[in-house]
Nanobody, 125 residues
Framework: VQLQASGGGLVQTWDSLRLSCAAS????????MAWFRQAPGKEREFVSA????????YLAESLKGRFTVSRDTAENTIFLQMNSLKPEDTAAYYC???????????????????WGQGTQVTVSS
């Protein structure tokens, strides 16, 4: 399985961006796709996740109200809608997937075996 992330760019504070992550295939009913981000000198942190079984969505508490995650019902694709962007949102955003996620690891990078390349989001002040 391969993941292809896209949609990053250079924007100004309060602008919006929509990231996409497309999976080449989906291998189980317990499929989960997630977004993480990593700023220079910082650890990779959880942003959001989508569970195919039940359509559950998860979002980092600090991002609620600005970011939302959704799924393309026809394709194995998730989206991350980012509104009211701030300079502290600047990071490389990575897409990840798992076919056998342990829910306690859903917000942890180690919970995911499949990773896509990062897409850079830079928010200027």
């Amino acid at each position: 399985v391969q993941l292809q992330a896209s949609g990053g760019g250079l924007v100004q504070t309060w602008d919006s961006l929509r990231l996409s992550c497309a999976a080449s295939s989906r291998t189980s009913s317990r499929w989960v796709m997630a977004w993480f981000r990593q700023a220079p000198g910082k650890e990779r942190e959880f942003v959001s996740a989508y569970r195919w079984d039940g359509g559950y969505t998860y979002l980092a508490e600090s991002l609620k109200g600005r970011f939302t995650v959704s799924r393309d019902t026809a394709e194995n694709t998730i989206f991350l809608q980012m509104n009211s962007l701030k300079p502290e949102d600047t990071a490389a955003y990575y897409c990840a997937a798992s076919s056998r996620i342990i829910l306690s690891n859903l917000r942890r990078p180690e919970g995911y075996a499949i990773w896509g390349q990062g897409t850079q989001v830079t928010v200027s002040s």
